[in-house]
């Protein structure tokens, strides 16, 4: 089956570092995105990961091993802005087209 | 970058009723594109698959003569909630992703809110 799990909630102080973590368990793997969503709106792409290592994209990083089948995004010098959920999707499927979202983590940026 | 329209933003209908939502890819051909639920606190839920020129593929648990979905062309899909009821009130959203490059990410529309009376 498929399993992708997040911690449910997070809170950290403006200006400070915060890493959400991601485990997964899919039948298969060809890709996993992180996505940042606001309250009510859709969500948006943040950074994308197919093979080992950190991919870095300004103030936001990620990281995959495969072998562990771990995740994690990296939030620097958090901005109140950055209030927001952050869902984990791993593309699996047939063609690797398919999404699995992981529930996502509320992340709170206190001043 | 690539831009997926959706509209309606927000319906609020009263029971009964069918409402269609739509779902575009503004500046790409999207042979498939994906519709997703998400309740209040939790995660997006796929519904289906929409496929340009064929059937959609649903997820188990979905109705295919609630949810209709039509991929009339490369960039509109389109949704059709029939005789909805309260407990169809949610959040949908649809995506897309550029046919030609496997490793592009998803891009979704701003999501329509329904809301059933």
């Known amino acids: 089956g498929q399993n992708i799990d997040q911690p449910t909630e997070m809170t950290a102080t403006e200006g400070a570092i915060v890493q959400i973590n991601c485990t997964y368990q899919?039948?298969?793997?060809?890709?996993l995105f992180w996505y940042q969503q606001h309250a009510g709106e859709a969500p948006t792409f943040l950074s994308y990961?197919?093979?080992?290592g950190l991919e870095e994209k300004g103030r936001f990083s990620s990281f995959l091993s495969r072998s562990k089948g771990y995740s994690y995004l990296l939030l620097k010098e958090l901005q109140m802005k950055d209030s927001a959920s952050y869902l984990c999707?791993?593309?699996?499927?047939?063609?690797?087209?398919?999404?699995?979202f992981g529930p996502g983590t509320r992340l709170s940026v206190l001043p | 970058g690539a831009v997926v329209s959706q509209h309606p933003s927000r319906v609020i209908c009263k029971s009964g009723t069918s409402v269609k939502i739509e779902c575009r890819s503004l500046?790409?051909?999207?042979?498939?594109m994906f519709w997703y639920r998400q309740f209040p606190k939790q995660s997006l839920m796929l519904m289906a698959t929409?496929?340009?020129?064929?059937?959609?593929?649903?997820e188990q648990g979905v109705e295919k003569d609630k949810f209709l979905i039509n991929h009339a062309s490369l960039t509109l899909s389109t949704l059709t909630v029939t005789s909805a009821h309260p407990e169809d009130s949610s959040f949908y959203i649809c995506?897309?992703?550029?046919?030609?490059?496997?490793?592009?990410?998803?891009?979704f529309g701003d999501g329509t809110r329904l809301s059933i009376l």
């Open positions: 995506s897309a992703r550029e046919s030609t490059d496997s490793n592009q990410p998803q891009h």
């Open positions: 899919t039948s298969g793997f060809n890709g």
């Open positions: 990961n197919v093979l080992d």
């Open positions: 999707a791993v593309r699996d499927g047939v063609y690797g087209q398919n999404f699995v």
């Open positions: 500046d790409f051909q999207a042979t498939t």
């Open positions: 929409s496929n340009e020129g064929s059937k959609a593929t649903y």
